[in-house]
């Protein structure tokens, strides 16, 4: 059945993107994005990911009191361990989740194949190497902000299978139960690969779960747009309803063209105190942009578009 839906923004972009570009960082820089934001002590902390031009990716921290304007801060060391420095030939594409009062940052680690890797801070100064929590050939990883059944929870993507599944652990060090969620050939506009994006948002209807998704066209050409899914509280591995259509796709001048033209990815989102939310996306493999909305927005594109 043809579906057509009225004009809605969703997203609605902030007028002052980028809100950090390489010109920011204090090395030979080619890109910034792709990076996580969280709220730290009334302030806002993002952990960038930042590519030199000869493609080493480093990790860094930047600042902000109003989740716009950022100051640029100090590298993060990376662990120097013998199984870390036969997989870490490159990382990428931090998510930060906050449990308690630690903040778990998970990050593809990609040697020979891709693996997830887990850091841990308190304070966003000393920062601990949880370990590898997963084998090879593992792409994305986001925790839920809670234990679910007593059990730490993550969406994570297969590299090479495309689909978004669930997996759970007594310890973040052993992990199993793993449920698919959603397949990337149940999304219409989405049928290359899909991965999770932002920790999940508790909500009355749901866990609401911002994932990226990638149009193939032509199968010389990638389009990556971000979407919207809710899925059950207590088994979050029911999905209940995903958005028919994408809530952000590549539109401006730069996210169509970059080092890694027409991309939006989605990589984190902030929520308010009054149900604002920030969503962070990296644009084109080039830029670190942010769009405002609310949790009553997502929703609607979640539930009925």
Known sequence: MLIIHKKKQILK??????????????????????????????????????????LADSFWLAHSNNGYNWKIGDMIPLPDTPEY???GANQYDPRITRIGNIFYITFCVHGT?????LMSTKDFKKFKWEGFITGSGFRNTVLFPEKINGLYT????????GDIWLTQSPDLKFWGN???VLRHNDVPWA??????????????????????GVQLVCTHESVYHAGVMLTDL????????????????PETPIEIAGHVPTVVFASSQIVE???SVKVYFGASDRYQCVADTTIDLLLEAALKR
């Open 191 to 212: 049928w290359g690969k899909i991965g999770p994006c932002g920790t999940p948002i508790r909500t009355k209807k749901g866990w609401l779960s911002l994932f990226h």
């Open 113 to 117: 194949d891709v693996r997830m890797g």
């Open 154 to 161: 993550a969406f994570e993507r297969p590299n090479e299978m």
């Open 273 to 275: 105190d009054d149900g």
């Open 85 to 87: 420095r036969e997989f």
């Open 13 to 54: 972009r902030y007028s002052g993107n980028p809100i950090i570009t390489n010109d920011m960082m204090p090395f030979s820089c080619r890109g910034v994005f792709n990076s996580s934001a969280v709220k730290y002590k009334d302030k806002y902390v993002m952990v960038l990911r930042a590519e030199g031009y000869n």
């Open 234 to 249: 207590k088994e979050p591995w029911k999905l209940i309803r995903i958005g028919n259509e994408p809530i952000l796709t």
């Open 178 to 180: 793993h449920k698919r």
